[in-house]
């Protein structure tokens, strides 16, 4: 600060040149851009313009100025699903299923014990001729013992064998028989629970929304089937009773995604020929977009407290039951918010692009945005103007005899397209964003 005399001068004066000799100092130290991300003056007097705030990922999805061109490659989710779906089937055909015992039959035996005496008990329960399936902790403080099925001296080899490796008195072994024909009743009960449920999905979206929208879930659904049931077979984990019913909870959220996504892609559509501002598959694809950051959440949500079960449960708790039930939820989750996004609308949006109306719809979207393209590039704006020409009859001989001098000719007017030949367009649009309608155009 330089020693200017303050005699005569009031505080409010004093503050202000003070103000202003710090902020000469901190130009002459910075500049323009310095001073504008520290909300200063520049050195012109200019004042910074306040720092833009880039919209969320969400927002940009929602308002078209972001997306995925999920409709437009379709061929490629195609080509996608199809792999995965062969390696899944491949699995399921040569390599089968680990079927628990409550589906082939066995014996169970339940006795009191702990983590560090599973391997101990499977030791003797071979020792003494059992096949033995699984071995694991339940409650916290009892074995679970299952095996193959035993007869009578064989169950009783078993016990004694088991209670000894436990040191354990042999009544305190609790032995019971699984017959393998409850395990088909399950396995009936729950195709008839699946039959009955995806009927009821068909009939659902068909009267909701329409068939083809039936069509696209199915085939979502389906998709979600066949992978879950093809990563089991791949791991090798055991078929459970936990096991159908995690396999029948994915099956409502995967049909929950889709609804969720064919609702807007309903939204989107109502009305859609009037305006003839975008085809029936970018309409599909910006509802896809709309709903994408839902999706993502959703799935994350619904895999929080799933991976909290596989991690305690199995991890901590050391409960095999918790992990067939975590697996399958964990793997339908996943393949459930797939499918209602990469499959089930592409689907539906190549069903629909067979339809006449939905083909007119797309040559007069792309009609309009062609002339709108040959408008912006002779710099003639799109538009109704009225024709300007007229039938002129050509003049006979005898009326140019008798005049000596022929009248002028007009000038060529130009010909230009009559009001009910122009159609006003737009330009195509980014994948998922908005068609915008030209600048200067009346909404039709």
Not at 49 to 69: F, I, K, M, T
Not at 87 to 107: L, P, Q, T
Not at 291 to 304: C, E, F, G, K, P
């Amino acid at each position: 600060m330089t020693g200017t005399p303050r005699e005569g001068r009031t505080d409010d004066e004093l503050l202000e040149e003070s103000d202003a000799e710090v902020r000469a100092d901190a130009a002459a130290d910075a500049d323009d851009d310095a001073l504008a991300e520290a909300g200063l003056p520049t050195e012109d007097g200019a004042e910074p313009a306040a720092p833009r705030r880039r919209a969320s990922l969400a927002h940009r999805l929602y308002n078209g100025e972001a997306g995925l061109d999920v409709v437009g490659r379709s061929r490629f989710w195609y080509k996608v699903t199809a792999v995965v779906m062969l390696v899944c089937i491949a699995s399921m055909v040569f390599r089968g299923f680990n079927f628990g015992i409550d589906f082939e039959g066995g014996n169970s035996f339940r006795l009191p014990g702990g983590t560090e005496q599973l391997s101990t008990i499977r030791e003797a329960a071979e020792s003494a001729g059992a096949d033995v399936s699984t071995v694991q902790v339940v409650g916290g403080d009892t074995v679970l013992l299952r095996t193959g099925a035993l007869d009578n001296a064989g169950e009783t080899a078993v016990v004694s064998a088991i209670a000894d490796a436990a040191g354990v008195d042999p009544g305190q072994v609790s032995p019971e028989a699984v017959s393998a024909d409850w395990g088909r009743d399950i396995t009936d009960q729950a195709l008839i629970a699946l039959v009955v449920f995806l009927a009821a999905v068909v009939v659902f979206l068909a009267i909701r929304f329409q068939p083809k929208m039936a069509v696209g879930a199915i085939a979502a659904l389906v998709h979600d089937i066949v992978l879950t049931a093809g990563i089991y077979s791949l791991v090798g984990f055991e078929v459970t009773p936990s096991t159908v019913i995690g396999f029948l909870t994915i099956l409502g959220f995967s049909l929950y995604d889709t609804v969720v996504v064919f609702d807007k892609v309903d939204e989107n559509v109502k009305d859609l020929e009037k305006g003839a501002r975008m085809t029936w598959g970018e309409a599909a694809n910006l509802a896809v977009n709309q709903t994408l950051m839902r999706s993502i959440n959703t799935s994350v949500i619904a895999l929080l407290p799933v991976l909290g079960l596989l991690v305690v449960g199995v991890g901590l708790l050391g409960v095999g039951t918790l992990q067939d039930l975590a697996l399958v939820l964990t793997v339908g989750l996943a393949a459930g918010t797939y499918s209602s996004i990469f499959l089930a609308t592409p689907i539906l949006a190549d069903l629909k692009a067979r339809e006449p109306g939905v083909q007119a719809l797309r040559k007069r979207v792309l009609a309009r945005r062609a002339a709108e393209a040959r408008a912006a590039r002779t710099g003639v704006p799109a538009g109704p103007v009225a024709s300007a020409r007229r039938a002129r009859r050509a003049p006979s001989a005898v009326a140019v005899a008798e005049h000596d001098e022929l009248p002028e000719r007009p000038e060529a007017v130009d010909q230009v397209e009559s009001p009910d030949s122009v159609t006003r367009t737009v330009t195509p649009p980014r994948p998922g964003a908005r068609p915008q309608r030209p600048r200067g155009g009346k909404k039709r």
